[in-house]
């Protein structure tokens, strides 16, 4: 019941800036955690950003400075603004969120469907 659509992917050339947008929809009581994921052809999924329910955000240490997570709770929605994109940046963008779908419930963490971010040399 609980998805997470995702947005904003696309082709842009080296330097450039994408805005990703990822909205929560269903059955959700709360939200903790939400968190922007990436996997490169033939790499593991690493984590590019998290941002708590209050706001504190981290970062992965090749995005650190280029990109900037935030959140907007009241509309359950996470976006990553990302800046001087480099061509090491392409890859299937994954947003995450751990969510309690209602009360008495364990909290799980529900993925989007994956965002193409191609950066051009």
């Known amino acids: 019941q609980v998805q997470l659509v995702e947005s904003g992917g696309g082709l842009v050339q080296a330097g450039g800036s994408l805005r990703l947008s990822c909205a929560a929809s269903?059955?959700?009581?709360?939200?903790?955690?939400m968190g922007w994921y990436r996997q490169a052809p033939g790499k593991q999924r690493e984590l590019v950003a998290v941002?708590?329910?209050?706001?504190?955000?981290n970062y992965a240490d090749s995005v650190r400075g280029r990109f900037t997570i935030s959140r907007d709770n009241a509309k359950n929605t996470v976006y990553l603004q990302m800046n001087r994109l480099k061509p090491e940046d392409t890859a299937v963008y994954y947003c995450?969120?751990?969510?309690?779908?209602?009360?008495?419930?364990?909290?799980?963490?529900?993925w989007g469907q994956g965002t193409q971010v191609t950066v051009s040399s």
């Open positions: 995450k969120a751990a969510i309690r779908s209602a009360p008495g419930r364990r909290t799980y963490d529900y």
């Open positions: 269903g059955s959700i009581f709360s939200i903790n955690d």
């Open positions: 941002i708590t329910d209050y706001g504190s955000t």
